[in-house]
Every structure is written in C-alpha cells, then in structure tokens.
C-alpha cells in the first residue's frame, strides 16, 4: 500500500462569484452628509468619596503578641467595609478581618496605610 495522491485543489475564483453590496462601495461618495457630531462636554474631575475621617492605630494586647493595624471610625456600612478590607488587604498584601465597625489587618501597616486611605477619598487620616 502506498500513500494516497491529494486530491487536485480547484483553483480559487479572482473576484467572489456574487457580492450583492459590491455597488454600495461605488456610491458611497453619493451618500449626503450625516448630522454633526454633538460637542464633547468636559466632565469636572470627581474624587472619590469617602469617609471623612479614619483612625490608624497598631495593638497587640489580646491578639498573643501579634501587631495589628486598627482602622477605626469610617462610619461606613458593613457591607462597604468587607469592600475596603479587600481592596485594602490587596494593596498591602496582607490579611485582615472586619471586628464590628472596624477594620484589623495584620502586621503595622502604619506607614504604608495612609495613602492608601487618602486614596480611596478619605480626607483626614489620623495616625496613632
């Protein structure tokens, strides 16, 4: 047994048989002119918006010895809190838990923690 012949490919047409929007193209030129865009308006750069106030502070009473970072009185709502914590334990690259109305991340973060508030529209950080 050998290896079979190919099969002789026929050969491929130069222009498509039959193209229904080939004079379209031709009258294009014949088209009137559309509406005018409408202007662009400028949008006022908006911050974010936050709190008004967060209070930094490190503990380790209670918690074996371990430094923590408290992020205490954002006022914020439970669910916009689990919110901040991740997007906080994101940029710090550490873990962290929210204890009723405040935010816990492990490890000091005091120095780092700050602009990352500032960031996200808090306007005053206390650090303590």
């Known amino acids: 047994m050998g290896k079979r012949d190919k099969k002789p490919e ?6 498509p048989f039959h193209n229904p929007f080939a004079a379209l193209g031709l009258k294009r030129e014949e088209l009137p002119a559309g509406p005018a865009p ?5 949008k ?6 936050g709190p ?3 209070v930094v502070r490190m503990e380790r009473k209670g ?5 923590v970072t408290v992020v205490e009185q954002l006022g914020l709502p439970a669910a916009e809190l689990e919110k901040w914590l991740k997007a906080l334990k994101g940029g710090l690259g550490c873990g962290g ?7 816990v991340l492990q490890g000091d973060q005091r120095e780092r923690l700050p602009a990352l508030l ?9 650090v303590g």
């Not at 026929?10 to 222009?15: E, G, T, V, Y």
């Not at 500032?118 to 206390?126: C, D, F, I």
């Open 63 to 67: 918690r074996g010895g371990k430094e």
């Open 52 to 54: 008004a106030r967060a």
């Open 10 to 15: 026929a050969p491929a047409p130069a222009a």
């Open 118 to 126: 500032e960031a996200r529209g808090v306007r005053r950080v206390t």
């Open 97 to 103: 838990t929210v204890e009723e109305d405040t935010l």
């Open 44 to 49: 006022e750069p908006e911050g974010p918006k």
């Open 38 to 42: 409408a202007p662009v308006k400028a």
